[in-house]
């Protein structure tokens, strides 16, 4: 069975790093397109980045320049650099699997969620 | 960036009752409009890929319609574990973006 199970939230002061970690099993990483998606308390879902099979990312014009998404295939796990916080990042962040190999299908496997808290 | 607009925000509806929720894109997405139900403290499903095709697993009562700007999911007839949060999702290129959410809820 596929499972996704992220790990590495906690809180964390303004201007502080954090990675956030995405283990998968029953899914290979690698061969897949994998995105992050995070939610505010209380508020929709927002995509923050994703991570094609080849290795090209892309990001929320909110976190460019501040957040990398990678991956290490020989530990099947993915991850999401999140530096320069800022109190607006404060949300629940989803790691998921695109569909059928591709960025156009829906998300089909998620994690539970890890909780970011940006506060001083 | 595309923009997705979903209506209405919330709604209230009894069991048994057929639900629509409607979104719509900023601009044209061909049919790469996924749905997802989510309920409180859990992570999302989903539920429609593509704007018609059904979830594997996901009961035939949920349906998707609609192509290039405007698109619709369809309750035939509410359950009772069917009051969640629902979001549309467009796929037809980066930023991905999701809509603001419809709230379902029981009257």
């Known amino acids: 069975e596929a499972q996704l199970v992220e790990s590495g939230g906690g809180l964390i002061q303004p201007g502080g790093s954090l990675r956030l970690s995405c283990a998968a099993s029953g899914i290979t990483v690698s061969i897949n397109y994998m995105s992050w998606v995070r939610q505010a308390p209380g508020k929709g879902l927002e995509w923050v980045s994703i991570i094609y099979s080849g290795g090209t990312t892309y990001y929320a014009d909110s976190v460019k320049g501040r957040f990398i998404i990678s991956r290490d295939n020989s530990k099947n796990t993915l991850y999401l650099q999140m530096n320069s916080l800022r109190a607006e990042d404060t949300a629940g962040y989803f790691c998921?699997?695109?569909?059928?190999?591709?960025?156009?299908?829906?998300?089909?496997?998620w994690g539970q969620g890890t909780t970011v808290t940006v506060s001083s | 960036d595309i923009q997705m607009t979903q209506s209405p925000s919330s709604l209230s509806a009894s069991v048994g009752d057929r639900v629509t929720i409607t979104c719509r894109a900023s601009?044209?997405?061909?049919?790469?409009l996924n749905w997802y139900q989510q309920k409180p403290g859990k992570a999302p499903d989903l539920l429609i890929y593509?704007?018609?095709r059904l979830q594997s697993g996901v009961p035939s009562r949920f349906s998707g319609s609609g192509s290039g700007t405007d698109f619709s999911l369809t309750i035939s007839s509410l359950q009772p574990e069917d009051f969640a949060t629902y979001y549309c999702q467009q796929s037809y290129n980066t930023p991905l973006t999701f809509g603001g959410g419809t709230k379902v809820e029981i009257k």
């Open positions: 998921a699997r695109h569909d059928y190999g591709d960025y156009r299908y829906g998300l089909g496997v």
């Open positions: 593509a704007a018609s």
């Open positions: 601009q044209s997405i061909s049919t790469y």
